[in-house]
């Protein structure tokens, strides 16, 4: 499968941004999906994960109850919604794609988008 992200920005520290991952070439409900973050000189880092229906999601503790994880199914499309960002948030952040139950490990992940760059001014 295919992936491409896309909606990333500049923001203030306090505003919103959504990002958008487009999917194609394979069924893209037979996936689970997560989104990563990559700080400069960090490592990649789990952000949230959906389950194939998108009945399940999963956060890490630094973006809970700010970030939200969906998917449109009929659409191949993921999302992130991203509130109340905060000059940490700043980071590439990557779309991916596995088979399978949804996971907060990178390794687990076989597919990976190309990245879109989130910038957080305080």
């Known amino acids: 499968v295919q992936l491409q992200a896309s909606g990333g920005g500049l923001v203030q520290a306090g505003g919103y941004l959504r990002l958008s991952c487009a999917a194609s070439g394979r069924t893209f409900s037979d996936y689970a999906m997560g989104w990563f973050r990559q700080a400069p000189g960090k490592e990649r880092d789990f952000v949230a994960t959906i389950s194939q229906g998108g009945g399940t999601t999963y956060y890490a503790d630094s973006v809970k109850g700010r970030f939200t994880i969906s998917r449109d199914n009929a659409k191949n499309a993921l999302y992130l919604q991203m509130n109340s960002l905060k000059f940490e948030d700043t980071a590439v952040y990557y779309c991916?794609?596995?088979?399978?139950?949804?996971?907060?490990?990178?390794?687990?992940?076989?597919?990976w988008g190309q990245g879109t760059q989130v910038t957080v001014s305080s």
């Open positions: 991916a794609a596995r088979r399978g139950i949804s996971s907060a490990t990178l390794q687990e992940y076989d597919y």
